[in-house]
């Protein structure tokens, strides 16, 4: 009798931990926020096929098509790891991929074929909700989606520098989501990407807080770089400090 208790036990055991161990590979782990390290663990999918392009300055042709458009699109996208999606006639997997160092090797965790891109997708908790820099680089151009936004855009061909890019975000408390898309014009493939402190200096002081923007009949303007969705939680943060500023 004590036999078959300590089996039904022992299987209850190992059905559950089966049924944790198979949650996390199909929906990938959802780690809590650690700001300054670099992210190593993506879900990815790739290589999505691309047209040469001549124009180093210009994304390559195809690369602005919603490759996700059966599976949620860009902007909401359906993931999990093993999850096969189709693209034309070409079928993929999302998979799971550890980098061992800060730059995430998409020669190493995909292909080596040039004029293709990739998708790159995390999860992570925030115990509180604030404004912080997500720092990216990227070889070539690249794509990012933050919680359903797209908030930047680089179209040139480019190696990969760690923090080549300040993009502002607003980080939600819960659960977050990243949606890179990577570009592959030749030569090497990698991006890297961490969370940081939000430092209105690092902008003002580097001049990517503002831009100017010139239109077709030559009147220019002076522009925030921040997206919308940034701008509106700063300003909602400093005006209860200061009631007097109109914007």
Not at 41 to 67: I, Y
Not at 84 to 95: A, E, M, P, S, Y
Not at 103 to 118: M, T
């Amino acid at each position: 009798m004590k036999n078959m208790i300590f089996k039904k036990y022992k299987l209850s055991y190992v059905l559950t931990l089966w049924v944790v161990l198979s949650s996390n590979l199909v929906m990938g782990q959802a780690e809590q926020i650690v700001l300054h390290k670099f992210i190593t663990n993506w879900t990815l999918l790739g290589p999505l096929p691309l047209e040469k392009s001549t124009n180093e300055l210009k994304h390559n042709p195809r690369f602005k098509n919603d490759f996700l458009s059966q599976y949620g699109g860009e902007t909401n996208p359906k993931i999990k790891i093993g999850k096969t999606v189709r693209i034309g006639d070409t079928k993929l997997k999302w998979i799971e991929y550890t980098s061992p160092n800060s730059i995430i090797s998409l020669d190493n965790a995909i292909s080596k074929r040039s004029n293709v891109a990739a998708y790159a997708y995390k999860e992570f908790y925030s115990e509180d909700e604030g404004t912080y820099i997500l720092s990216i680089g990227t070889n070539d151009g690249g794509r990012l989606w933050f919680n359903g936004i797209q908030v930047w855009d680089y179209e040139e061909g480019r190696g990969c520098t760690p923090d080549s890019d300040y993009i502002p975000v607003f980080v939600k408390k819960g659960l977050n989501k990243i949606l890179l898309k990577i570009e592959e014009k030749g030569n090497n493939w990698e991006f890297c990407a961490r969370i940081l402190p939000f430092n209105i200096d690092s902008f003002t002081e580097s001049g990517k807080l503002f831009s100017i923007v010139t239109s077709s009949d030559g009147i220019s303007e002076l522009r925030f770089s921040l997206h919308e969705s940034v701008i509106d939680k700063i300003f909602n943060t400093v005006n209860p400090l200061y009631p007097h500023l109109n914007y």
